[in-house]
Nanobody, 124 residues
């Protein structure tokens, strides 16, 4: 079965850091898939956080996380990462990764595979 599995979530204090991982199983991310990170807070719609192209040559970020979050990928490990620094309470959400057979898509519907999410809570 083709799956994406997120890990690395947890409880962190404001200003702290967390590194999320998105590991693929059943298929290879290498060369073919753009991977995006999304988040959804209670009562809110799922929003795009970041995306990285299949080659890793292109990245994008939501304005709310620009300068604080960094997306990267290691195709040899079939894994994409989201390094989150200077975390704020408003970053609290379930974080999802998703893969698409394209450059970073404009809409969520263009992502083919989704993980089940990992909870990130930023609180003192």
């Amino acid at each position: 079965q083709l799956q994406l599995v997120e890990s690395g979530g947890g409880l962190v204090q404001p200003g702290g850091s967390l590194r999320l991982s998105c590991a693929a199983s059943g298929f290879a991310l290498n060369f073919y898939y753009a991977v995006g990170w999304f988040r959804q807070a209670p009562g809110k719609e799922r929003e795009g956080v970041s995306c990285i192209s299949s080659s890793g040559g292109t990245t994008n970020y939501a304005d709310s996380v620009k300068g604080r979050f960094t997306i990267s990928r290691d195709n040899a490990k079939n894994t994409v990462y989201l390094q989150m620094n200077s975390l704020k309470p408003e970053d609290t959400a379930v974080y999802y990764c998703a893969a698409a057979l394209s450059s970073c898509p404009d809409t969520r519907d263009e992502y083919e595979y989704w993980g089940q999410g990992t909870q990130v809570t930023v609180s003192s």
